[in-house]
């Protein structure tokens, strides 16, 4: 069974907020992820985008720009 998660491998903690810049996670809950129910982890995803706009944070865009 797979786990719903926002993960982009992007995994870098801002210092200030304690967000993910790439999911907009804390640590406590990227740690405890796994042994989340599926409704605590959607819930938590629901939020996050709003978390990390009242973070000021953006989450990276994909490279649109690679060379050959």
Same mark, same amino acid.
């Given at each position: 069974m797979s786990i719903?998660?926002?993960c982009i491998a992007v995994c870098l903690i801002d210092p200030q907020t304690?967000?993910?810049f790439g999911c907009?996670?804390?640590l406590p809950e990227i740690a405890r992820w796994?042994?989340? +129910?599926?409704d605590e982890r959607l819930a938590i995803m629901d +939020?996050?985008?709003q978390r990390m706009a009242e973070a000021g944070l953006e989450p990276p865009r994909p490279r649109t720009d690679r060379a050959s």
């Open positions: 719903e998660t926002p304690g967000l993910c907009g996670r804390t796994h042994r989340l +129910a599926s +939020a996050l985008p």
